[in-house]
């Protein structure tokens, strides 16, 4: 073989090894590329699963706790329709199941159609007309002798009612009122006063109005409720230390009445 030859064999075997790293070289930058690909992939699709995850809803929210443990309520429905009086036949001089289902729980009331037959026709009627949905209960009083949370107003204001009045019935003469018990809240007319609004009594509380206050019922379960608001207090700027709007507010969402079976 001449020098030539063996040169050229030389050459050849060169070329095809570096034709054969060249081959391992591009499968080696392709294999790369492909792992590159796969791992940008990951990457993008962890990124998306975790913004997915970041953004999938996990139910509603828990409704936050009041001073005394309530549900935060709602916003008030604001003003109401404007009604008629009902008859007060519709109490049929009958007992009533009330429930009051309140942002605190439920508050249950007996409404005796008998004694009180026009302040209890009202609250039936109101509440089948859904008057209280979401309704503040806006005034609460600690101070002694005057233990009370007052409700019924759509507006949270102490200023609604439901467009007719009636006069007080039912009214204790000694202006006592004991705890447990359900009345009206009046203006001082004693003859149309009354309308939409009520007190919760869980503490004997004297009212010396020569007229008095509409007593319709009593409150059979749900008391300690009333009591855990008043235990947390008014707000401040009220109308004195011992009565305001509650601290802890409470909101009646809706009512439910019921004839009770003799």
């Given at each position: ?8 064999r030389a050459r ?114 109101l509440a089948k ?134």
């Amino acid at each position: 073989m001449t020098k030539k030859q063996e040169r050229d064999r030389a050459r050849r075997r060169w070329e095809k090894q570096q034709a054969t790293q060249a081959a391992r070289a591009a499968k080696r930058d392709r294999t790369r590329r492909v792992a590159a690909i796969v791992a940008t992939v990951a990457v993008v699709a962890a990124l998306v699963g975790g913004l997915a995850i970041a953004l999938k809803p996990e139910g509603p929210a828990k409704p936050q706790a009041t001073a005394a443990g309530c549900e935060q309520p709602p916003q008030p429905m604001g003003t109401a329709a404007k009604l008629e009086l009902p008859d007060k036949a519709t109490a049929k001089g009958a007992t009533w199941t009330a429930t009051l289902t309140t942002n605190c729980g439920d508050i249950v009331l007996d409404l005796d159609g008998a004694k009180a037959p026009q302040a209890v026709a009202s609250f039936i009627q109101l509440a089948k007309a859904d008057y209280w949905l979401n309704s503040p209960c806006q005034r609460l009083g600690i101070g002694d002798g005057f233990k009370l949370l007052q409700c019924g107003d759509p507006t949270g204001t102490g200023q609604g009612n439901p467009g007719y009045g009636f006069g007080v019935e039912n009214a204790p003469k000694d202006g006592t009122y004991p705890r447990g018990t359900v009345a009206m809240a009046r203006t001082p007319d004693p003859v149309k006063g009354n309308g939409g609004q009520f007190f919760l009594v869980n503490g004997e509380t004297s009212l010396p109005d020569p007229n008095g206050y509409t007593i319709f019922g009593t409150i059979t379960k749900g008391l300690d409720i009333v009591d855990k608001v008043a235990a947390a207090g008014v707000q401040p700027g009220g109308e004195s230390e011992t009565t305001g709007a509650p601290e802890a507010p409470i909101s009646i969402l809706r009512v439910a009445v019921t004839e009770k079976k003799a």
